[in-house]
């Protein structure tokens, strides 16, 4: 079986048992170590590279400096022997040892990214972890020109690599794990692609619809609350956060029935972020069309679920709203009734993203889900803490272990932070159940985690996972992640899920 990918997206990923004689590029994988880099896999693909082209091809690699570091590039002429390419792309996967599925991923991506204007390359990869390999090379090969007119489109020589195809030792070698590899990538690259569209085209309505064709085609149950329903349902944390811009906001339920146990998924879905009335710096705000990054990892999730058929239930329950200064905008100090009757004093218009969760966790829970994850681009204070490249994961502890857990282990590196109580009682209100925010900048991460904890039932296993620093790559390409939207956590969503069909 073939997979075949969506040419808008990333390349297509197919395996093959020989070489094809249309074939530019050999991509192949170099360890390091102490005598000299080595060829890896080293007995799987010898019909393709015999002794003595291994032989020949390491003495090349060795006359230009190759190592064999992890993510060195290498490229050298075909040797003798291999007829049907042009060129032989060494990637370094770092010492023998130390190689795990992250590693051929990112050193997939940069080799992926590196072949700008190629059609057609051949890998051995796909023999050290073919699932992995496959992530990587999509992913690098990931490019968003949609906006790009004549003048600036990628040329020829800049376009992504067209094809990879993974060379395998046997027909049935990796099927599953390609096709599951493919439909993950494919999940990331549409998240990628919504943080990716400017707000001027995505913004609430325009989010809600792109999403009901998604999941519609995908055979998903759709539900869409436009500002009326909202209001009339008392939805008052999306009302208010959406009140001063001219594009009213949404809410979006998805849900695929796949199973007993259900999985419920909240993503914060700001369209653009000015801050409202406590507004923003103008440095790095255009920046903030990311701010809608969890809503489009939680859609991505839900529709991979379908695409997956996983044994079990998953809703996703995503607001959406544009946060704008305007006449009619909410003010610092109005009081706001959440969905489910609590009351939010609000005194910083820039928090407003614990506001519609809050509203979407309520409605999320009256489903009776065994398990809640929310995520969102919530806090500048998460960057101070963890940095660019780490979310943040809170809640109930078991669960946030877990999730955080898997996090690392599909190299999402989700790390698990404490609610601690004393923070609780900086959130109180002297005139409604609770302040939107803490009176001073101490442990700002840890005390929005403590807000959205109050709009959780007990006896739900809940997750709250805080992306704002890894959701948007705002400085140069590494692995396989290129700038602009990254898709995280959208592969962590989905093994948490599968681990939850897997052990229920």
């Known amino acids: 079986m073939t997979a075949v990918a969506d040419r808008s997206l990333g390349p297509e990923l197919a395996r093959i048992q020989t070489i094809n004689p249309d074939t530019d590029v ?18 799987l693909f010898g019909d393709v590279l015999p002794e003595g082209i291994r ?18 590039l290498t490229r050298v002429p075909a040797p003798a022997g291999l007829d049907d390419v042009t060129s032989v792309l060494a990637v370094g996967l770092g010492p023998a040892d130390k190689i795990d599925e992250e590693q051929v991923r990112k050193s997939a991506g940069v ?27 999509y992913l690098g090969a990931y490019t968003f020109s949609t906006f790009k007119s004549t003048k600036s489109a990628p040329k020829p020589d800049e376009q992504p690599v067209a094809r990879v195809e993974f060379l395998v030792p046997e027909p049935n070698f990796g099927e599953n794990a390609l096709l599951r590899a493919q439909l993950t990538a494919e999940a990331v690259a549409t998240a990628r692609d919504f943080v990716n569209t400017p707000p001027s085209h995505l913004y609430p309505a325009e989010f809600a619809d792109r999403t009901r064709q998604l999941a519609e085609a995908a055979g998903l149950e759709v539900e869409i609350l436009d500002e009326n329903a909202l209001a009339a349902g008392g939805f008052g944390g999306i009302l208010g956060v959406g009140k001063g811009s001219s ?22 879905g700001i369209t653009f972020d000015t801050g409202g009335i406590s507004i923003k710096p103008a440095q790095n705000m255009e920046n ?7 809503a489009a990892a939680v859609v991505a999730t839900t529709l991979l679920a379908a695409r997956l058929g996983l044994p079990i239930t998953v809703t996703a329950t995503v607001p959406m709203a544009e946060n704008m200064p305007s006449s009619t905008a909410q003010r610092p100090g109005d009081v706001l009734t959440q969905y489910g009757g609590t009351t939010v004093e609000v005194l910083n218009t820039d928090a407003e993203g614990r506001l519609i969760l809050a509203d979407a966790m309520v409605r999320a829970c009256e489903d009776d889900p065994d398990y809640l994850i929310d995520v969102a681009t919530l806090t500048g204070a998460q960057m101070v803490a963890l940095g660019t490249r780490t979310p943040g994961v809170m809640g109930t502890d078991e669960f946030r272990d877990r999730v955080a857990f898997i996090s690392r282990a599909v190299g999402e590196n989700g790390w698990a932070m404490p609610l601690p109580a004393e923070l609780r009682a900086d959130l109180n209100s002297k005139i409604a159940d ?32 805080d992306i704002a620093g890894p959701a948007y790559n705002t400085g140069g390409p590494f692995g396989y992640i290129g700038k602009g939207g990254t898709g995280v956590p959208v592969r962590t969503l989905i093994a948490v899920i599968e681990d939850i069909a897997a052990a229920e």
């Open 26 to 43: 050999l991509v192949i994988g170099l360890t390091s170590s102490e005598n000299g880099p080595a060829i890896v896999p080293e007995d």
């Open 55 to 72: 032989t020949e091809l390491l003495d090349q690699l060795g006359a230009v400096g190759a190592k064999g570091k992890a993510e060195e």
């Open 111 to 137: 080799a992926a990214r590196s072949l700008a204007g190629t059609e057609l390359v051949a890998t051995t990869l796909g023999g050290v972890d073919l699932g992995a390999a496959a992530e990587g090379f």
């Open 247 to 268: 594009r009213p906001p949404r809410l979006v339920r998805l849900t695929y029935a796949g199973g007993p146990k259900k999985v419920a998924l909240v993503g914060k």
């Open 288 to 294: 903030m069309t990311s701010d809608m990054a969890g």
């Open 434 to 465: 609770l302040a939107n925010v803490a009176p001073h900048r101490w442990g700002g991460m840890l005390s929005a985690g403590l807000f959205l904890k109050e709009f959780v039932p007990e006896g739900v296993q809940w997750a709250h996972v």
